[in-house]
């Protein structure tokens, strides 16, 4: 079984920063892409950030400059460094990994999500 767990969300301040954490495990053979999405109530799933096993990144125009997204092959984990945070950074942010189990085809996979609020 593979599954995603994030972590580092919370409440933080204009202009403050956090830095969230997804850890892929289990029967894991090989992980591709790997990035994060954010969610707003009443909206649609939004791209925040994107980078390939390369690794090549790619990053919404609104958080270009501002949030730097990294990863750990050897620890199955990906970063998202958020920077000079604003208010509309607030959503549930939402990790996601294309990973080959050992034990079925690719495919994939989400976390259950993180709350970010940006608020004074």
């Known amino acids: 079984q593979v599954q995603l767990v994030e972590s580092g969300g919370g409440l933080v301040q204009p202009g403050g920063s956090l830095r969230l954490s997804c850890l892929a495990s289990?029967?894991?053979?090989?992980?591709?892409?790997m990035g994060w999405y954010r969610q707003v109530p009443g909206n649609e799933r939004e791209l925040v950030a994107t980078?390939?096993?390369?690794?090549?990144?790619n990053y919404a125009d609104a958080v270009k400059g501002r949030f730097t997204i990294s990863r750990d092959n050897a620890k199955n984990t990906v970063y998202l460094q958020m920077n000079s945070l604003k208010p509309e950074d607030t959503a549930v942010y939402y990790c996601?990994?294309?990973?080959?189990?050992?034990?079925?085809?690719?495919?994939?996979?989400w976390g259950q999500g993180t709350q970010v609020t940006v608020s004074s």
């Open positions: 289990g029967s894991i053979s090989s992980i591709g892409a």
């Open positions: 980078i390939t096993s390369g690794p090549m990144s």
């Open positions: 996601y990994a294309n990973i080959k189990p050992w034990y079925r085809t690719a495919g994939v996979y």
